[in-house]
């Protein structure tokens, strides 16, 4: 699993880590295009940048969560990182919520940047109920078919994000998942939530993570 690791300071880690997932067929080339490690430094935080390789192979296999767990985010906080935030973009971000559901004590902070969070059916299952709450309580039933690793990334959120202030959803007003994301901004702090007019693309990216980082200084 490819990573790159932008530090902060020359004489170590830095007490805070990103470890950032791009979307599809998107390379950690492209993040650093858009100025995501150099909005870091400009600001100069003391937060290092690990920006990992997504391949379509690691979005199917199945034993990817594991590797990204003992290849990236434990060794970072072996390594004595303090706070270990995971970042994903569109596709990404579906990634990093099915980490963090299933390695919760290892993850400090989410920033969900427009997260990919399930297809058309899925939505329109969850719909049929009155709120997210009365999907959770039917969904125990739910049959083992094409939604189930959908399903668990909703009991996740339905379970965890209450509860959560150190998660940040960022999407466009105009993205093709605004639904998704704006269900799951219901389950959030308001404070936690950054909507702004666009769609789907790097230019919102970007006014998102720019608008992320403050943020992020005040919680670490």
Known sequence: ?????????????????????????????????????????????????????????????????????????????????????????SLGGFMALLYAARFPAEVDGLCLLAPYLGNRMMLTEISRYPS??????????????????????WRFIAEQAPARPRWHLGYGTLDRFVA??????SQLRSSSVDELVGGHDWPVWQQLWDRFLPALEQRA
């Open 1 to 89: 699993m490819r990573v790159e690791l932008f530090n902060a300071r020359t004489d170590g880690d830095a007490p805070v880590r990103i470890v950032l997932l791009p979307g599809a067929y998107q390379q950690p080339e492209d993040v650093v295009r858009a100025g995501f490690a150099a909005a870091i430094r400009t600001r100069g935080l003391a937060v290092d940048l690990a920006i990992v390789e997504l391949t379509l192979a690691h979005v199917t296999a199945r034993n990817t969560l594991a590797q990204l767990h003992s290849e990236v985010l434990a060794p970072a906080r072996a390594a004595g990182c303090g706070q270990l935030w995971l970042a994903g973009i």
């Open 132 to 153: 997210l709450a009365d999907w959770y309580a039917a969904a125990a039933t739910a049959a083992n078919d094409e939604l189930s690793e959908q399903r668990d990334l």
């Open 180 to 185: 998704s994301h704006r269900l799951l901004a």
